[in-house]
């Protein structure tokens, strides 16, 4: 059992923080890879997602940050847009005990011009997706000429997605010598050729590489019809929280309106939403105003909402690796998960790799309750103004407790980002704070406000 600080390198003030965050054991791959990274070594991280791999590299990287040169030092490269807000989110965090530490993302889905703009004011960590961080380049509004850590998050899921020549060719306008992190939940043999070839002398970790027996139960049921295997599922199981994996954007669109028409509180995620729409399901799902999340892979790595009480896989994943990571949404941290998977007849002979781990479930032996509905008590009021205006999560509580006369037992979860904020209130006093605000000022201002469906 190891403590962060045990680490001499960590200054009280983040010690503060990381205590405020409930971090004080670190787990595995941070015991092994922070020291390590403080001392410069080059790295190779093998270790399943949900293992702290973000608190690994970030650490060092924030405490490593010089805010006295106002240009970017470490860089950042993760395989989706969701997971470079995930990674954002937490170094932030981190971050709040360096005044001006600034931290940008680059993806698509934003306009390149606002992102240019943004690096022309200058940024100390940069987390990018690889066609963006190109186009940046390619346009020369990206600059990696001071960059002295090069961290490559799910390396795996990008070679997956075919950026392994973006990657090498995003490295090559990187100074030498550098540090380099590689962190990767999976060792393919791209994964091998992508390490001798950035990486000089790494130190080789592998921890917490499998799923913990038993951590999450697995059953699978054969089914011809699977629309009704997964009603008759979710009036078994009765879960909270619910994720649903389908392999293509439009099942799961269809599947989604088939599901809300039913009565149940559903979201959809998938590549055709744009950013806001595609974080604003993530919040609304994590926030528990939708119940049930229904999605592409897209959300099978990046996506760190805890207690997903059950992943159902409505399509069966293409792969092995694609498997363990939707099932490994759950089960996180301390927790245990559920995770169910359904195959017709026709499809036995490509899922032995699913039907060789879990345990076989009759669907005729579970004992449902046909007028269970998974609905939510909250819904989410928007607000169009958020970090860049200077909110925060007490000034929208104290409002509402204070001024409104809202009871805490009637709020949930409060989500912030750069230009709005997210409140989940419970269906009995959305409205009633909605049409309040319309005269009640948060520290001095007006805000609108508007019911996200």
């Given at each position: 059992m190891t403590y962060f600080n045990t680490i001499s390198?960590?200054?009280l003030a983040l010690l503060d923080i990381l205590e405020?965050?409930?971090?004080?054991?670190?787990?595995k791959i941070q015991e092994e890879s922070i020291p390590a990274i403080l001392e410069g070594r080059d790295l190779f991280a093998q270790s399943k997602t949900g293992s702290g791999k973000t608190l690994a590299f970030g650490l060092p990287a924030v405490i490593r940050t010089d805010i006295a040169a106002n240009r970017?030092?470490?860089l950042i490269i993760t395989p989706t847009r969701?997971?470079?807000?995930?990674?954002a989110t937490e170094l932030r965090k981190l971050a709040a005990y360096k005044a001006n530490l600034k931290i940008l993302t680059l993806y698509g889905g934003v306009p390149l011009r606002s992102q240019a703009d943004s690096l022309a004011k200058g940024a100390h960590i940069l987390i990018g997706t690889p066609g963006r961080l190109k186009d940046h380049l390619s346009k020369h509004t990206l600059e990696l000429d001071n960059i002295s850590t090069l961290i490559l998050d799910e390396a795996d899921k990008m070679l997956d997605m075919g950026f392994y020549d973006d990657i090498v060719s995003i490295a090559s306008n990187i100074p030498t010598p550098r540090q380099t992190l590689l962190f990767s939940a999976t060792f393919p043999s791209k994964i091998e050729h992508l390490s001798k070839k950035l990486l000089i002398n790494p130190l080789s970790i592998k921890v917490d590489t499998l799923q913990e027996a038993g951590k999450i139960d697995e059953i699978v049921y054969e089914t011809s019809d699977?629309?009704?295997?997964?009603?008759?599922?979710?009036?078994?199981?009765?879960?909270t929280s619910l994720l649903i994996f389908c392999n293509t954007k439009?099942?799961?669109v269809t599947l989604a309106e088939r599901l809300h028409a039913l009565g149940h509180s559903v979201i959809d995620l998938q590549g055709d939403l744009d950013q806001r729409a595609r974080n604003e399901s993530i919040i609304l799902f994590s926030n528990g105003s939708k119940r049930i999340l229904v999605?592409?892979?897209?959300?099978?790595r990046g996506l760190d909402i805890k207690e997903i009480e059950l992943v159902i896989n409505y399509d069966l994943p293409f792969?092995?690796?694609?498997?363990?990571h939707r099932i490994g949404r759950t089960g996180r941290a301390d927790a245990s998960g559920i995770a169910l998977s359904l195959y017709t007849p026709e499809e036995s002979s490509k899922c032995h790799y699913i039907t060789s781990r879990a345990r076989k479930g009759m669907l005729k032996e579970l004992q449902t309750d046909s007028k269970y509905k998974m609905q939510s008590d909250f819904d989410t009021l928007c607000l169009n103004g958020g970090k860049k205006t200077k909110l925060r999560k007490g000034d929208i509580l104290g409002t509402l407790c204070k001024e409104i006369g809202i009871g805490t037992e009637e709020i949930g979860k409060i989500d912030i980002t750069d230009s709005n904020a997210y409140i989940a209130l419970n269906h009995n006093v959305i409205k009633k704070v909605q049409k309040a605000l319309k005269t009640v000022k948060i520290k001095k201002k007006k805000y609108l406000s508007w019911i996200l469906d």
């Open positions: 390198e960590i200054p405020d965050l409930h971090f004080t054991q670190m787990t970017p030092q470490t969701e997971l470079a807000e995930q990674v699977k629309f009704h295997a997964l009603i008759t599922l979710i009036n078994s199981f009765k879960p439009a099942d799961v999605a592409t892979d897209v959300a099978s792969d092995k690796e694609v498997y363990t």
